[in-house]
C-alpha cells in the first residue's frame, strides 16, 4: 500500500485487507490488525495495526489510529500515527497530527496541529544545531 520495490507498489495479502468501497456509507468505528481503504465515506473512528489509506473519493469524519496513514482523500478528525503519514496533494486535513515521519505534498490542505516525535538519531545534532 505504501513501499515500493523496484518501482513498483509492494503487495499487500488480501486476506489481511479491508475495502470500505466507492458509493458506501459505514456508520461506526472500525478496529482492525490489518490493512484498511476507504473509497466510501466512514462516520467513525478508525483503529488499525496495520496500514491505512485514504483514496481520492474516500471520506473519513472521526480519528484515525494506524501503523502508516496515506491520506488522498478527506479527514475530519484527528490523527495518530505510529510510522509514516503521507498527505497527497489532494488530502484534505481538518484535524490535529501526530506522526513520527510526515511527508506532505504541495496543494495538501491541512487545517490542525501537527506534532512529530523527535527520532533518536537526530536528537543530539537538532539539539546543537544553529539555525540562526
Do not use: W
Not at 16 to 25: C, F, M, P, Y
Not at 69 to 90: A, M
Amino acid at each position: 500500500m505504501f513501499a515500493k520495490k523496484n518501482g513498483t507498489q509492494t503487495a499487500i495479502p488480501t486476506d489481511k485487507l479491508s475495502i470500505v468501497a466507492d458509493g458506501t456509507l459505514f456508520r461506526g468505528d472500525i478496529e482492525t490488525t490489518g490493512h484498511l481503504r476507504i473509497d466510501g465515506k466512514v462516520q467513525g473512528n478508525i483503529a488499525s495495526t496495520g496500514n491505512v489509506a485514504v483514496g481520492k473519493g474516500g471520506n473519513v469524519e472521526g480519528n484515525i489510529t494506524a501503523a502508516n496513514l496515506k491520506v488522498s482523500g478527506r479527514v475530519k478528525g484527528n490523527i495518530e500515527v505510529s510510522g509514516r503519514c503521507v498527505l497527497d496533494s489532494t488530502s484534505i486535513l481538518n484535524g490535529d497530527s501526530k506522526a513520527k515521519i510526515f511527508a506532505v505534498e504541495e496543494g495538501a490542505i491541512i487545517n490542525g496541529k501537527i506534532s512529530m516525535e523527535l527520532r533518536e538519531p537526530y536528537t543530539e545534532e537538532l539539539k546543537q544545531a544553529d539555525f540562526a
